[in-house]
């Protein structure tokens, strides 16, 4: 597809796991929420790419690096890396930015994160159908 800058197509959420999320004891949140995540990402993508949601074909790889528990506050991240005539190859990375500090008696504490835990990246393929393509190259 030519000269095409993929640095264009990024996108960034950002949001709180809430109790409900939390599915295992300890408050412990089922890794497809941050499936559900990069999903939400590479519709973004997508959009932004083509103007269109298009469809989420598969995942090719995905690793859960560490737990995520009600309460933490999740960056999702995810970028297109190579663009086929209806395909696009994506990447996804999510992060712990914030967690509850564990206070006794003050529930409502958390503590911002020195550095983000990466907990979960994954890389997959995502289609739109050439028709409904609004961005030609």
């Known amino acids: ?47 932004r790419c083509d103007g269109d949601e298009g469809l989420f074909v598969a995942y090719d790889n995905v690793q859960f690096l560490a737990p995520v528990n009600a309460g933490d506050y999740i960056e999702a991240t995810g970028r297109i890396v190579s663009l086929g005539r209806t395909s696009r190859k994506m990447e996804f990375e999510a992060r712990k930015v914030i967690v509850p500090a564990g206070i006794e008696g003050q529930v409502s504490a958390a503590d911002v994160l020195p550095e983000p835990i990466v907990v979960c990246k994954a890389s997959g393929t995502c289609v739109v159908p050439a028709n409904c393509q609004r961005f030609k190259r």
């Not at 197509?9 to 941050?34: C, E, P, Q, W």
């Open 1 to 47: 597809m030519g000269d095409i800058n993929l640095d264009r197509f990024t996108s960034l959420i950002r949001l709180r796991i809430a109790a409900h999320d939390a599915h295992y004891a300890g408050n412990l949140v089922d890794g497809a929420k941050m499936l559900q995540l990069f999903g939400d990402v590479a519709t973004e993508l997508l959009i």
